[in-house]
């Protein structure tokens, strides 16, 4: 079983620059989520997608973020005009849609973002 | 607001012997999920152990083993038998439903830092 696959695993840009992250989950998982981990803390959440549709984003994820999940397959992350402050790891999971709050998040290995 | 506290920055452990690491958390929702992760050097996040709310028994997993106490509002995971390859940073997590409604995302704490030793 092919687990949650991102690429790159790291990324250095200047300033400014804009950024696409890709996410590829596990192929029968319809949930699809996008964490930010900064060093030293937990991962933070940013959005998620139920197949193809975005059903949430967090007050984290300013205009200058955007994601999609077309044809709810792979997801990408878009970062625009770069701030050093965007310097995180960037975390994808997939899960499958089960009852209650046990779907599993199985996450990616991460893209590392540094912005010089 | 939903919240996970993980008050051991850093614990330290025998090879062999047992570990258990804290996690208190803070919900108003009567229905919620807990995890555990573990995030090895490498970065990626490995799903340890699952406990639901309503559970009635304590989470196992092979060498895990989840001890909840729901009135303390605590889900303390304990590593049995430690390896050195357990050495990596622990995360509590929380799924529920916040006061926005939202019930997808997880929440975590700050994450516990164990290193076995040999």
């Known amino acids: 079983d092919t687990g949650v696959s991102q690429d790159p695993r790291h990324k250095i840009t200047k300033r400014g620059q804009n950024v696409t992250f890709r996410c590829d989950p596990i192929?029968?998982?319809?949930?699809l989520y996008w964490y930010r981990q900064t060093l030293g803390q937990g991962p933070e959440f940013l959005t998620y997608f139920q197949n193809e549709a975005q059903l949430e984003k967090s007050r984290l994820l300013s205009d200058r973020f955007s994601a999609e999940r077309p044809k709810g397959s792979f997801s990408t992350l878009e970062i625009q005009r770069t701030e050093q402050g965007d310097s995180a790891m960037y975390l994808c999971?997939?899960?499958?849609?089960?009852?209650?709050?046990?779907?599993?998040?199985?996450f990616g290995p991460g893209t590392r973002l540094t912005v010089l | 607001a939903q919240k996970i506290t993980q008050t051991q920055p850093g614990m330290f452990v025998q090879e062999k012997e047992a570990v258990t690491l804290d996690c208190t958390y803070d919900t108003s929702d009567p229905s919620y999920g807990l995890f555990w992760y573990k995030q090895p050097s490498s970065g990626e996040m490995i799903f340890l152990i699952y406990q639901g709310s309503y559970d009635q028994q304590n989470a196992t997993e092979g060498r895990y083993s989840l001890n909840f106490q729901k009135a303390r509002k605590s889900a303390n995971l304990v590593i049995s038998a430690s390896q050195l390859g357990d050495s990596a940073m622990y995360f509590c997590a929380m799924r529920g439903t916040d006061s926005g409604g939202s019930n997808y995302k997880l929440t975590f704490g700050k994450g516990t830092l164990l290193t076995v030793n040999p």
């Open positions: 192929s029968e998982h319809n949930r």
């Open positions: 999971a997939s899960s499958l849609e089960a009852g209650g709050f046990g779907d599993t998040q199985y």
